[in-house]
Structure formats: C-alpha cells, structure tokens
C-alpha cells in the first residue's frame, strides 16, 4: 500500500513537471506533446504491472 501511494505521489510530480514544460517550452507542436504524454503514461503503465 505504501509502495502504491509513492507511485501516485511520483506521478502526481512529474505530470506537474510535464504540465509546467510544457507551459514554458511553448510548443507549437501539439502532436509532440499529446504523444508524449501518452508514451510516459503507457511507460509507466509498465512499470507498475
């Protein structure tokens, strides 16, 4: 149980991060980005299973 609510909270931090990168970086890209998060989300999806 412990080990699961480190994850969340590792999560909530780096969707934060991803969040205010993508505030500052500007992207035009909107493919980039959306693909982005999909891939760390599938990777961390991995990681959990």
């Given amino acids: 149980m412990a ?3 480190e994850n ?3 999560l909530t ?3 934060a991060f991803f969040i205010r ?3 500052f ?3 035009s890209n909107k493919r980039k980005k959306s ?3 999909f891939d ?3 990777n ?3 990681l959990l299973s």
């Fill in 40 to 42: 760390f989300e599938r």
């Fill in 25 to 27: 970086s500007g992207y």
């Fill in 21 to 23: 990168r993508e505030k």
């Fill in 35 to 37: 693909f982005e998060k």
């Fill in 13 to 15: 931090l780096v969707r």
């Fill in 44 to 46: 961390l999806k991995n």
């Fill in 3 to 5: 080990l699961l609510s």
């Fill in 8 to 10: 969340m909270i590792r």
